[in-house]
């Protein structure tokens, strides 16, 4: 049976070319710091209430400034590839999260090339239920950094005693996010027409892509049942009774 560590390598080479290569010419490598990652989810975890294990789910990589001004075109996608391991790790191990698996990287003038350091913690994620966001106390005190065109879904869920549905914005400010029932999802709906992890949004070059991750009850835009989509301004998306409507401002 293949393990975490070597799926996450060959992601990385289906990914990376030669630049990539490059980037860590130094005695930095991400299967290394994959590894820390591990060992910071096992050293950490708690058993809690009903005997789940709960464990970090943002994490930040502090590595030399050298490095990370040579990693940094690469951080976004090397950050969700690691998330993508983090999240494995946590299915093999019984693991538990609050929130979404968040990795990133900092630059930091105390460490030397090739070296680096694991922070983490426990950040309650962004819940949509009963017609409201809730979103984490660290998402509300810090500004969100979007792409071109701000963006965003609004979300609004169908429930006939509660009177006509309200609209709520959710901002898409990383180049990925997972839309499911799951507590470790970037956008949860507590809805039980959606599955766990039930579709994913990719920004990719400017374009958004929507992505059905194989859900029980299906993605449909527009009423059409779908596998893999662009979006555009006014896509119109279903998940069990959740709709989502992506608006984007102007042309791109």
């Known amino acids: 049976m293949v393990g975490v560590l070597q799926r996450f390598e060959h992601r990385l080479q289906g990914m990376y070319d030669g630049g990539f290569a490059r980037a860590f010419k130094s ?11 591990q060992r910071e989810m096992d050293d950490r975890a708690a058993i809690v209430a009903q005997g789940r294990i709960l464990v970090p789910n943002d994490f930040v990589a502090e590595i030399a400034q050298a490095d990370f001004d040579r990693l940094e075109v690469f951080a976004d996608n090397l950050g969700i590839e690691l998330a993508t391991l983090a ?19 900092d630059g930091v003038p105390d460490l030397t090339i090739g070296t680096f350091r694991i922070r983490s913690g426990v950040i309650r994620g962004t819940t949509v239920e009963d017609g409201e966001i809730r979103r984490p106390t660290s998402d509300l005190a810090r500004p969100q950094e979007g792409f071109p065109g701000s963006p965003r879904l609004l979300v609004s869920t169908a429930d006939p005693s509660s009177g006509p549905p309200t609209q709520r914005t959710f901002p898409l400010t990383s180049p990925l996010t997972i839309l499911g029932r799951g507590t470790d999802c970037d956008l949860r709906l507590v809805d039980q027409g959606v599955s766990r992890h039930h579709a994913e949004i990719r920004v990719e070059d400017g374009d958004v892509v929507l992505v059905d991750l194989g859900s029980t009850n299906g993605t449909f835009v527009n009423g059409q049942p779908i ?25 791109y």
């Open 227 to 251: 596998r893999r989509i662009s979006l555009t301004d006014g896509t119109r998306v279903t998940l069990g009774r959740t709709t989502l409507v992506f608006r984007r401002d102007g042309t």
């Open 27 to 37: 005695d930095l490598q991400p299967t290394e710091i994959a590894g820390a990652v």
């Open 87 to 105: 999240r494995d790790h946590a299915r093999e191990q019984g693991y538990s999260f609050v929130g979404p698996v968040r990795i990133r990287f």
